[in-house]
């Protein structure tokens, strides 16, 4: 199992993200590094635990703001695999992403336009470079759900799976910064057992190695992790048990 840190990047600083309230969303505060700069936090994610992967949250660009194309060239150039979502309405918006070098290209289901719009997205960037996020808050997908063909969680993640996604990401916003739990363990299980091809990635709200050992027994391939990265809560040598 992987662990992939965030970085949720706002008005050019790495900010601690909260249940979603962006309007309440500061400068870190981290263990690794004192700066709140996306690329000295990237490096202190790479010298500390020498990840490989890192996921960036550009939430201007999810407001609508251009996405922060520069900072995405400055921590690629660490040579790290970089995923973004930067708020992708449609296959447009996502083009100029795939141009940059960004190698995951994440398509927010709080941001696309409908299922229609993530096919032409798959078909353009290829199965290999489109991640499907299922923005979820308290168990509720965001978005514009009259678009699906049904608004729960499942029926939405079937949809996005039949489209020709692969790789899905679970996340709860309502648990991001919250220090309690994903609590999408029961939708994980779930979609790994009726689509055991796809990657399952979980997060939001991951508090200890014990959370990430327990999505590693449902399937999960990958979690998204910050806050318990920057306050010690996880540590370098806690990765030796996945």
């Not at 909260?18 to 936090?41: F, M, W």
């Not at 590693?216 to 996945?242: E, F, N, T, W, Y």
């Amino acid at each position: 199992m992987r662990i992939i840190p965030v970085l949720d990047l706002k008005a050019g600083q790495v900010v601690h993200g909260i249940a979603g309230r962006r309007q309440e969303y500061r400068p870190i505060v981290s263990r690794l590094t004192a700066s709140c700069h996306p690329v000295d936090v990237a490096k202190a994610f790479l010298e500390h635990f020498g990840f490989a992967e890192l996921y960036l949250a550009d939430l201007d660009a999810i407001e609508g703001a251009p996405p922060a194309l520069p900072s995405y060239a400055a921590i690629l150039s660490l040579g790290v695999h970089l995923w973004v979502d930067a708020g992708i309405r449609d296959a447009a918006m996502a083009r100029p992403l795939a141009v940059s070098g960004v190698d995951s290209v994440v398509i927010g289901l709080e941001s696309v336009t409908g299922p229609d719009e993530l096919a032409r997205i798959c078909a353009d960037l290829g199965r290999q470079r489109t991640v499907f996020s299922l923005d979820l808050k308290g168990g509720q997908p965001l978005g514009d759900s009259s678009k699906w063909n049904g608004s729960e969680a499942w029926s939405i993640a079937v949809q996005a799976i039949g489209i020709g996604v692969s790789r899905l990401i679970v996340l709860d916003l309502a648990r991001v910064g919250m220090n309690s739990g994903v609590g999408t363990e029961e939708l994980c299980k779930s979609l790994r057992s009726a689509f055991p091809q796809i990657e399952i990635v979980a997060g939001g709200g991951v508090r200890n190695i014990a959370d990430l050992l327990r999505l590693k027994r449902l399937g999960v391939r990958a979690a998204l992790v910050a806050s318990a990265l920057h306050d010690g809560r996880i540590a370098p040598a806690d990765l030796i048990a996945l």
